[in-house]
């Protein structure tokens, strides 16, 4: 029953972001909610589909070969992510409803099976 009732809750908290015309908060350390800071999460995966497209696994690796995924790495930011998310208190199951809600449409963004690869962990959490 509790899963329902924090949808309800993050729809509206999208909506009323969405309403009010304030810009998306774009870097982790500027979210004040967890909305916000999935938000956030879906301008970082927009850069990393963007470094991904049409790229190979191949290629990440002529490029670096130690650590292919060196650069999505550091786009990605997770340990801002995740300190951010426990200053503001927001729980996993919390996190992922509003990411469902916020990365909804990037597959139609994605080029190339490694972008979709990437993406492959959010379209399972979401179901």
């Known amino acids: 029953m509790r899963f329902p ?17 304030d810009d998306p908060v774009t870097e ?15 301008v970082v995966a927009e850069q990393v589909l963007d470094s991904l497209a049409g790229r190979t696994l191949a290629d990440l ?22 300190e951010r998310a426990r200053q503001l208190g927001c729980g996993r199951g919390e996190l992922e409803v509003a990411a ?14 490694l972008a979709l690869e990437y993406l492959a962990p959010y379209f399972t959490a979401c179901g």
């Open 61 to 82: 690796e002529a490029d670096d070969p130690e650590h292919p995924f060196a650069a999505v790495d550091r786009l990605m930011r997770t340990s801002e992510f995740e």
């Open 28 to 42: 982790p350390s500027d979210a004040t909610t967890c909305v916000e800071l999935a938000g956030a999460g879906r």
């Open 100 to 113: 469902c809600l916020a990365y909804q449409g990037l597959a139609q963004e994605a080029q190339g099976d």
């Open 5 to 21: 009732v924090m949808l309800l809750v993050v729809a509206l908290g999208s909506v009323s972001l969405v309403a009010c015309g």
